[in-house]
């Protein structure tokens, strides 16, 4: 779901595998420290989180004109228009039009003299596709995306904190194994390298 300020804290905190960080504004903090933290949250202490964030997972159906409905709690945070891109899985990535801008400017900070930049800005840019959503909360899916991310009738609505994910029942369920069997080796790296940012 989409939270707005003031949230719950449990609701906004991320395990990582025995050490702990900071990753893109969400605090990574043990489970048995929520109450604190919450605490400190209400009254003033702890500066407040990311605004919205998209949490949580659905099942819906492409219809037969490509369209695909999106969650309903969803749908003021993306705002009225949206931008469909290819994922660095076999996804699709759904932004708010604001936060893909955003993305790839982040992307182009490195500077376009970086081959990787400009391949990362090539990749998400050229087969993506803006567009609004009707007043039944759908929106359309190019052929050619949901050929690249194999989707057709169910997919899978996956909310990404700051995106949305849509993925094929069977890729998501593979990668979402994948994902927790990974998930310590992963929280390690990430730490080791916020340790490194910091030092």
Same mark, same amino acid.
């Not at 790839?104 to 003299?113: H, R, Y």
């Not at 990668?175 to 990974?182: G, I, K, P, S, Y």
């Given at each position: 779901?989409?939270?707005?300020?003031?949230?719950?804290?449990?609701?906004?905190?991320?395990?990582?595998?025995?050490?702990?960080?900071? +990753?893109?504004?969400?605090?990574?903090?043990?489970?048995?420290?929520? $109450?604190?933290?919450?605490? =400190? %949250?209400?009254?003033?202490?702890?500066?407040?989180?990311?605004?919205?964030? %998209?949490?949580?997972?659905?099942?819906?159906?492409?219809?037969?004109?490509?369209?695909?409905?999106?969650?309903? @709690?969803?749908?003021?945070?993306?705002? =009225?228009? +949206? +931008? +469909?891109?290819?994922?660095?899985?076999?996804?699709?990535? /759904?932004?708010?039009?604001?936060? %893909?801008?955003? *993305?790839?400017?982040?992307?182009?900070?490195?500077?376009?003299?970086?081959?990787?930049? #400009?391949? =990362?800005?090539?990749? %998400?840019?050229?087969?993506?596709?803006?567009?609004?959503?009707?007043?039944?909360?759908?929106?359309? =899916?190019?052929?050619? !995306? @949901?050929? *690249?991310?194999?989707?057709? $009738?169910?997919?899978?609505? /996956?909310?990404? *904190?700051?995106?949305?994910? !849509?993925?094929?029942?069977?890729?998501?369920? &593979?990668?979402?194994?994948? !994902? /927790? &069997?990974? /998930?310590?080796?992963?929280?390690? #790296?990430? &730490?080791?390298?916020?340790?490194?940012?910091?030092?």
């Amino acid at each position: 779901m989409a939270i707005d300020i003031p949230p719950k804290i449990s609701d906004n905190v991320a395990y990582g595998g025995g050490k702990w960080g900071k +990753v893109a504004n969400l605090p990574l903090i043990p489970p048995h420290e929520w $109450g604190i933290i919450e605490r =400190l %949250f209400y009254r003033g202490i702890l500066p407040p989180l990311q605004k919205t964030m %998209f949490l949580g997972e659905y099942s819906h159906n492409i219809d037969e004109k490509g369209r695909l409905t999106l969650p309903a @709690r969803w749908r003021e945070q993306l705002g =009225l228009r +949206v +931008v +469909v891109t290819r994922g660095m899985e076999p996804c699709l990535f /759904v932004f708010p039009a604001a936060k %893909f801008e955003t *993305f790839l400017n982040e992307i182009n900070t490195v500077g376009m003299t970086a081959a990787d930049a #400009r391949g =990362l800005s090539r990749f %998400f840019s050229s087969k993506a596709t803006d567009d609004e959503l009707d007043k039944q909360g759908r929106i359309s =899916l190019p052929q050619n !995306l @949901r050929e *690249f991310a194999k989707l057709n $009738g169910e997919v899978m609505v /996956v909310g990404a *904190f700051d995106h949305i994910e !849509l993925w094929s029942p069977s890729q998501y369920a &593979n990668a979402d194994a994948e !994902l /927790v &069997n990974n /998930v310590p080796d992963m929280s390690e #790296r990430v &730490n080791q390298a916020l340790q490194k940012m910091r030092a």
